[in-house]
């Protein structure tokens, strides 16, 4: 039903941003998200950000509150994340995904229902 592809991950100093795009298609629903997780290797999914549809809201970890930013881009179908100072700490495969009924679990992955393959973030010392 819906199929996600990410893109604009690369290697970057400590310091530098980023933005990474995620390309939705398939059919959409009046109420939905897509957020943004990440794995580091030898690590748990880890929730990074996320926006709601219809409402447009925001949400953060902590770890990226202030540094990061989850925008809609309507027109090309897509949801990006910029990263800004980004640290070390950031490297891992960066994943978006849906789900088709928001909820307060937003931040859990076990609720999305479809997954990019992912894009590879190294931030360097």
């Known amino acids: 039903q819906v199929q996600l592809v990410e893109s604009g991950g690369g290697l970057v100093q400590a310091g530098g941003s980023l933005r990474l795009s995620c390309a939705t298609s398939?059919?959409?629903?009046?109420?939905?998200?897509v957020g943004w997780f990440r794995q580091a290797p030898g690590k748990e999914r880890e929730f990074v950000a996320v926006?709601?549809?219809?409402?447009?809201?925001?949400y953060y970890a902590d770890s990226v509150k202030g540094r990061f930013a989850i925008s809609r881009d309507k027109a090309r179908n897509a949801v990006n994340l910029q990263m800004n100072t980004l640290i070390p700490e950031d490297t891992a495969v960066y994943y978006c995904?849906?789900?088709?009924?928001?909820?307060?679990?937003?931040?859990?992955?076990?609720?999305?229902?479809?997954w990019g393959q992912g894009t590879q973030v190294t931030v360097s010392s």
């Open positions: 995904a849906a789900v088709t009924f928001f909820s307060s679990d937003y931040w859990d992955p076990r609720e999305y229902s479809y």
């Open positions: 926006v709601s549809w219809p409402g447009g809201n925001t």
């Open positions: 398939g059919r959409t629903f009046t109420s939905h998200a």
